[in-house]
């Protein structure tokens, strides 16, 4: 019989607080052949996308393509997630090598995401999050809810994800040397030179949206990769992580107050592990308790979890149901 991989948590205590328990070395260990067929299988359903957009012709398939890119960029993400963690594949190599592939497509580097991302982690529950736009927030009504779900649709936050993911610089990257190379590094410019596998990647990209770089089709790249990214995307990003992290009962949780962060697993339907949320990225409780865990064996750890005690306030049935929690909790 497995070992359990954590002792009892006492009901009622928020994640923040729960102290780690060494974990069974089993549920650390990656899998190779789930990795590849994570990464391969969602770059697939991309270009497979992206073959089929760039062949459409009337209103209706351009819009349909339009929301497919969205939803297949998204994708990408899950498996990018857990490359940052060093957790799809066995190696940090093959992390680092997919994981470059897999950010580039989403048009940013390794290094910059996972940045980004680890001060997520590191920062959690404060101002400082990077990802604190997206539910470090108080609403005052169901159409301010409204407005800041569906803004990104509308490029509302397009700026401040550009900053995050494309310019933002690695902190692991060394200091310039001299004021020349100094002026340099702080440049765009500079910036982007540092990332010439997003330039290759979005240049295949662009080959299969234009069959080969046809004048008459350029249009396609920006219509079904740009546009999708920075609307479609960031969308779907802003709606999963404020229903995984966001205050639904602000007499529970309540950030601006400093009462008990959340990050919240959600068993989800079919249809929202399809278009939402992937790779067992849905337990993102256990995730934020043990983030070098890999996603396959997160659904295992909950399980442990839920038998040590696990709050209810940290579990919810569906994403759909966490919104209309919030939504019955705000006055009209």
């Known amino acids: 019989m497995t070992a359990p991989a954590i002792g009892r948590i006492p009901r009622g205590t928020p994640f923040t607080t729960v102290e780690r328990k060494k974990l069974d070395p089993d549920l650390l260990r990656a899998s190779r052949a789930r990795g590849y067929a994570q990464a391969v299988g969602n770059i697939g359903a991309l270009f497979a996308v992206l073959a089929v957009a760039a062949r459409v012709t009337t209103p209706w398939q351009i819009v349909l393509l339009f929301l497919g890119a969205g939803f297949a ?86 700026l401040v994800k550009i900053g995050d993911y494309l310019l933002r610089p690695s902190r692991r990257a060394a200091p310039p040397a001299t004021p020349q190379t100094a002026a340099g590094h702080a440049s765009l410019l500079g910036k982007l030179a540092r990332y010439p596998a997003i330039a290759a990647v979005q240049l295949a990209v662009c080959a299969v949206l234009t069959r080969g770089f046809r004048l008459g089709e350029l249009w396609r790249y920006p219509m079904f990769n740009v546009l999708p990214a920075v609307t479609v995307f960031l969308f779907l990003v802003r709606l999963r992580m404020f229903l995984e992290h966001g205050s639904l009962d602000y007499t529970v949780c309540d950030y601006l107050e400093h009462r008990r962060p959340t990050a919240r697993t959600i068993y989800a339907s079919t249809l929202e592990r399809i278009f939402l949320c992937g790779s067992d990225f849905n337990y993102h409780h256990e995730h934020h308790l043990y983030p ?41």
């Not at 580097?109 to 101002?127: L, P």
């Open 73 to 158: 960029l998204h994708r990408l993400f899950f498996p990018t997630h857990d490359c940052i963690h060093y957790s799809l594949f066995p190696t940090k190599a093959e992390n680092r090598v997919w994981g470059t592939i897999l950010s580039a497509l989403l048009g940013t580097s390794f290094d910059a995401i996972r940045d980004q991302h680890m001060d997520h982690h590191r920062q959690f529950g404060t101002e400082d999050d990077p990802g604190a736009s997206d539910y470090y927030l108080r609403f005052r009504s169901r159409s301010q809810l409204l407005a800041f779900v569906l803004g990104p649709l509308v490029g509302s936050i397009l």
């Open 292 to 332: 070098a865990v890999p996603g396959y064996q997160l659904p295992r750890l909950h399980a442990e979890l839920v038998a040590a005690g696990l709050d209810s306030q940290d579990v919810r049935p569906t994403y759909a149901r966490a919104f209309a929690e919030i939504w019955r909790n705000l006055p009209a």
